[in-house]
């Protein structure tokens, strides 16, 4: 039994997902955007804007917000001659996610209706306020 540990764990659903990076970008850049998760085979999720394309400089705000290192920059810019996009991908959301809940994670795991942060801390100094967010012990 010296093996098992307990880790805290949140789950949230893809509407919840939607609804906290949604109000992350308003708040962040003053907009109303709607948007959907798109889920691949349990192992990566992205967010698509709902007639929506958003300009890259407003997503570099984004990226500069969220401290987004170079790699993440590298990651969420499209490719050479695009001037918007029309979603983000999943380091991005984890990021605008992160900022809303005031917390990290060690882990993420996807399933068909939900994310769930795994190991999760409270970022220093800030309170942890999930929200509509489930709240779990593994153990």
Same mark, same amino acid.
């Given at each position: 039994?010296?093996?098992?540990?307990?880790?805290?764990?949140?789950?949230?659903?893809?509407?919840?997902?939607?609804?906290?990076?949604?109000?992350?970008?308003? $708040?962040?850049? +003053?907009?109303?955007?709607?948007?959907?998760?798109?889920?691949?085979?349990?192992? %990566?999720? *992205?967010? @698509? %804007?709902?007639?929506?394309?958003?300009?890259?400089?407003?997503?570099?705000?984004?990226?500069?917000? @969220?401290?987004? @290192?170079?790699?993440?920059?590298? *990651?969420?810019?499209?490719?050479?001659?695009?001037?918007?996009?029309?979603?983000?991908?999943?380091?991005?959301? $984890?990021?605008?996610?992160?900022?809303?809940?005031?917390?990290?994670? $060690?882990?993420?795991?996807? @399933?068909? *209706?939900?994310?769930?942060?795994?190991?999760?801390?409270?970022?220093?100094?800030?309170? %942890?306020?999930? +929200?509509?967010? *489930?709240?779990?012990? %593994?153990?």
């Amino acid at each position: 039994m010296e093996d098992i540990s307990e880790s805290r764990a949140v789950r949230l659903s893809w509407d919840k997902v939607c609804s906290i990076v949604s109000e992350e970008i308003g $708040e962040i850049l +003053g907009l109303r955007i709607q948007c959907r998760i798109n889920v691949a085979a349990s192992s %990566f999720w *992205d967010l @698509t %804007f709902i007639n929506y394309r958003l300009p890259l400089p407003k997503l570099c705000q984004l990226l500069q917000e @969220t401290q987004a @290192t170079p790699e993440d920059w590298e *990651d969420a810019l499209p490719d050479e001659g695009e001037i918007d996009v029309n979603g983000i991908g999943i380091v991005l959301a $984890e990021k605008l996610i992160s900022r809303h809940l005031k917390l990290t994670w $060690e882990h993420h795991l996807i @399933t068909e *209706d939900s994310l769930w942060l795994v190991g999760v801390t409270k970022n220093e100094n800030q309170g %942890f306020h999930a +929200g509509a967010a *489930d709240q779990r012990s %593994f153990r």
